[in-house]
């Protein structure tokens, strides 16, 4: 029988009591290695699975993953609102949601790819893949990312414990983004009659099932694991309706400096990605370095895990995540002016640019927990669950961004499946692939160090300010 809603905050307040450790790491890691798990591999695998397999052009399934998050407006909002107005209960608020919509993403992930209606009509296809799309990411994957998300502050509030969530749920991440980047290439590409490396529906079909039930299996190691130690709530007189709300979210700085850099952020990193899957094949006529690659850019968020917490608390997130991204910009450069013809090279400089792409991805977690605080000091409110549910939204934004980018940019490329290993589209490929990303690198550099106001100094000051309200 379960308890009431007062009883319930006074077993989450006890659990202040248990001292966060090990176990809240390997926790909240756990349920974004879930997340990734139905994530990475449709950020890469769906558009070359629907050009390639389903025969429907690029720019239309770019336009339709853009105008499908559209729906996201509406349900990461709902979805931010439904965890804020949630009741609690033994696990707490946010964590509870993680296991009701396990299994639901599970399945909307594995039904995107359908190899067996490849015969269907046109029509049915980009109906299939609309509706698929929108099931898994509009509904599922907002209910579980949503709350999760969330967690972190009802897990501590403690800024360097939270810091080492972020770092935390980023090498869970990692590990996920192995298992589809590195190995799932090696699995679902083979060879044509005439050599060339295609990727086989069939096989991606089944990775996806096996990648959906681990992810199940993985999402209630987080369930088990996470303790909530903070009760997240306002007083009733403070309470505001959705409205308001989103006005105090975009009058603030600080939230409207994580969103725009977040976004540069996922533009360069779903693009470099979504186009390695047509440079290495088609251009370098190589799949292992696509494999090599993805596991050499993991190898390094996952070395760079390791000190990442020791260099946030020397230099600041802000000025740590700017000066790495300026970098990632020029080496990006250089390979876009250099145009070589070996992969080895064209992955070895790669790595560096990513160096740039994983700082930001290492600290980005804390710093919208710095944002919520931000905006807690200036309005003395506080609404995690939405404030990140708008954030998640903004994000996917960048996710739907980057998927019509690649498309658009392959087709000024001129790649079709006739065109698909021509010398002057393969090349094109190349120059898209650095030169755009390139130009992200200077914009994501020059938002975090002109636009983004959370200094090292100015989270500092937020987090005593709030520390001495809540020793009043």
């Given amino acids: 029988m379960g308890i009431n809603n007062s009883e319930a905050k006074k077993k989450i307040r006890e659990n202040a009591k248990i001292p966060f450790g090990m176990k809240d790491k390997i926790g909240y890691a756990a349920g974004d290695f879930a997340n990734d798990l139905t994530f990475v591999i449709a950020a ?3 558009m070359k699975f629907y050009t390639d397999i389903m025969g429907v052009s690029s720019a239309i399934v770019g336009l339709v993953m853009m105008v499908a998050k559209v729906v996201d407006a509406f349900t990461d909002v709902g979805m931010g609102q439904i965890v804020d107005r949630s009741r609690y209960t033994a696990k707490g608020k946010f964590t509870p949601w993680i296991m009701r919509f396990a299994g639901p993403v599970a399945v909307a992930s594995f039904l995107i790819f359908a190899p067996y209606f490849a015969d269907k009509p046109m029509g049915f296809k980009i109906a299939w893949m609309f509706i698929t799309y929108i099931l898994w ?4 994957y907002t209910g579980v990312n949503i709350p999760y998300g969330s967690m972190a502050s009802a897990i501590t509030d403690d800024a360097n414990e939270r810091q080492q969530l972020s770092t935390w749920r980023n090498i869970g991440a990692t590990v996920a983004q192995i298992v589809i980047a590195a190995v799932l290439p090696m699995i679902v590409y083979i060879k044509d009659a005439e050599g060339h490396q295609v990727l086989d529906g069939n096989r991606l079909m089944v990775a996806a099932g096996v990648c959906s039930v681990l992810a199940v299996a993985v999402y209630y190691i987080c369930y088990a694991l996470s303790t909530e130690r903070v009760v997240i709530e306002n007083k009733e007189e403070n309470k505001k309706n959705v409205g308001e709300l989103l006005k105090i979210l975009f009058t603030s700085r600080s939230f409207l ?17 979504g186009m390695g899957n047509y440079v290495y094949p088609n251009y370098f006529n190589n799949t292992t370095f696509l494999s090599i690659g993805a596991l050499v850019n993991c190898i390094l968020v996952l070395v760079l895990a390791t000190v990442i917490g020791k260099l946030v608390e020397k230099f600041g997130k802000k000025e740590l995540a700017a000066t790495c991204s300026a970098v990632g910009a020029v080496v990006l450069f250089i390979m876009y002016a250099i145009h070589t013809s070996s992969p080895l090279i064209y992955f070895i400089l790669s790595a560096i640019a990513y160096i740039g792409i994983g700082v930001f991805a290492l600290v980005c977690w804390a710093m919208i927990i710095d944002v919520i605080d931000d905006i807690d000091v200036k309005n003395n409110y506080r609404s995690d669950g939405t404030v990140y549910a708008v954030y998640s939204f903004a994000r996917k934004l960048g996710q739907a961004g980057a998927s019509g980018l690649t498309g658009l940019l392959l087709s000024i ?30 914009l994501l550099a020059a938002s975090l160090f002109f636009f983004y106001p959370l200094t090292k100094k100015k989270v500092e000051e937020n987090i005593e300010t709030l520390k001495a309200r809540r020793n009043k």
Avoid: H, K, R, W
């Avoid at 990411?137 to 599922?140: A, F, L, R």
């Avoid at 400096?257 to 990605?273: D, E, K, W």
């Avoid at 079709?416 to 130009?439: H, K, M």
């Fill in 257 to 273: 400096g994580i969103i725009v850099s977040a976004l540069i952020l996922l533009l360069v990193q779903l693009t470099l990605s």
């Fill in 137 to 140: 990411g509009s509904v599922c």
């Fill in 44 to 46: 890469m695998f769906m």
């Fill in 413 to 442: 490329a001129g790649y079709t499946a006739e065109t698909a290993f021509d010398t002057g589209v393969v090349n094109n490929i190349y120059s898209l692939a650095t030169l755009i990303p390139a130009i992200g690198m200077v």
